[in-house]
C-alpha cells in the first residue's frame, strides 16, 4: 500500500532539494494532499495555540454544541443523517481585512496567538505557491499574482471541534466535498485521527502527526494548473471518544480575481487544450455555496456555461 506523502521542508535547503521537490510534485500530481514537518513553525508556538484553542472550545462553545445536540435529538439517531455535520466551528479572517478583534468571547492570549498563527501561515502558503510555480514550470510569484485581484488574496481559518459522537456510523463530522479555493493549511489534533480523502476509491486516513500541517490543494490550483494539480474529495469521520481539534486555513483567490488555466501549462500540453474555463473566484464561490458536497465536476461546467455569456478581461495583477 501506498504511504501518505511526508514532506520535511528543511531538506529544501540542503542536497536533498531535488528529492523534496519530486515528493512535492508527487503529492500534487497523485494525491492533492501531503503532510509538512519542518516547516519553520516553532513547535511551542504550535502547542500554545492548541491549548487555547481546546480551552476556548471547553470554556465557550462545549456546552452551546450539546444544547444543539440535545435540541436535534441527535443521539438517538437511527439512521444516517446526510443534511449535518457533527463539528463545532467558528470563523477568523485575515485577509484583506482581518476580524479578530470583532470575534466576541476570545480572550486576548487567544486574539493575539491566532493574529501570529496566521501571519505565519500566510508566509508559508506564499512559500509553497513559488514551490508549486518552480515545479510547474511558472516564474516566481505566477500562483501568486493569479490570486492577487484588486486587493490582494483572500485569507480565512475555519477553527473546528470534533466533539465524540456517540452514533459515528450514521453521522458525519464533515461530509465529503473538495474545498473551493486555493491552497489550505491545516494544524489538525495528533491524537484524535478522523480526516479521511479519496484515492482510486478508497477513503484513506490522513495520520495525525504531531506539529505537521497537512496541505491541501483547492479547486482553483485545479484550474489554473488546467488539471495536472486536482482537488480531493475529503471528510471527517467522528469518534465515539476524543475531541478532535482542527485548525484549517484557507489561502485562496481575491473575491474579483479571474482564475483560468495558465497560458504556459496550456502551451506545453498543447493536444490537451484549455479543459477548464475562466471565471471571476467570487462567482464560484457564490455557486460554490449550494453545492460544496456534491462532485466539483458540475460546478466547473456550470462555469463554462457562465464564461460563454461573460466577457472576462485580463487577469489583474499587482
Not at 508559508?124 to 488574496?153: R, T, V
Not at 494544524?187 to 496541505?215: A, E
Request: glycine residues 8%.
Amino acid at each position: 500500500m501506498e504511504t501518505f506523502p511526508v514532506i520535511d521542508l528543511e531538506k529544501l535547503n540542503g542536497e536533498g532539494r531535488g528529492e523534496v521537490m519530486e515528493l512535492i510534485k508527487d503529492a500534487c500530481e497523485n494525491w492533492g494532499f501531503f503532510e509538512l514537518v519542518n516547516h519553520g513553525i516553532s513547535h511551542d508556538f504550535m502547542d500554545s495555540v492548541e491549548k487555547l484553542t481546546k480551552e476556548h472550545y471547553r470554556k465557550c462553545m462545549e456546552q452551546r454544541f450539546k444544547e444543539m445536540v440535545e435540541s436535534k435529538g441527535l443521539e438517538a439517531v437511527q439512521s444516517e443523517i446526510n443534511d449535518l455535520d457533527w463539528e463545532s466551528t467558528f470563523f477568523l479572517r485575515h485577509l484583506p481585512v482581518s476580524n479578530i478583534s470583532e470575534i466576541p468571547d476570545l480572550d486576548e492570549d487567544y486574539r493575539k496567538a491566532m493574529k501570529e498563527f496566521a501571519f505565519q501561515l500566510e508566509k508559508l502558503a506564499e512559500q509553497l505557491l513559488d514551490l508549486l510555480c518552480e515545479n510547474l514550470g511558472l516564474e516566481k510569484g505566477y500562483l501568486k499574482k493569479a490570486f492577487y485581484g484588486s486587493k490582494g488574496p483572500t485569507f480565512g481559518t475555519k477553527v473546528s471541534n470534533y466533539p465524540p459522537c456517540p452514533k459515528p456510523d450514521l453521522i458525519k463530522g464533515l461530509r465529503a466535498h473538495t474545498d473551493a479555493g486555493g491552497i489550505i493549511l491545516l494544524f489538525q489534533d495528533d491524537k484524535v485521527s478522523g480526516l479521511q480523502l479519496l484515492k482510486d476509491g478508497k477513503w484513506i486516513d490522513v495520520p495525525p502527526m504531531r506539529h505537521s500541517i497537512v496541505i491541501n490543494i483547492g479547486d482553483q490550483l485545479e484550474v489554473i494548473t488546467n488539471g495536472k494539480y486536482k482537488s480531493v474529495m475529503h471528510r471527517v469521520v467522528v469518534q465515539p471518544d476524543g475531541n478532535r481539534m482542527s485548525i484549517a486555513s484557507f489561502y485562496n483567490p481575491g473575491s474579483d480575481a479571474v482564475i483560468y488555466p495558465a497560458p504556459l501549462l496550456i502551451e506545453k500540453e498543447a493536444e490537451k487544450g484549455q479543459v477548464y474555463p475562466k471565471f471571476v473566484f467570487e462567482d464560484y464561490m457564490n455557486l460554490y455555496a449550494g453545492l460544496k458536497f456534491q462532485a466539483k465536476e458540475p460546478r466547473f461546467e456550470a462555469m463554462k456555461a457562465m464564461e460563454s455569456t461573460i466577457n472576462l478581461g485580463p487577469i489583474p495583477t499587482v
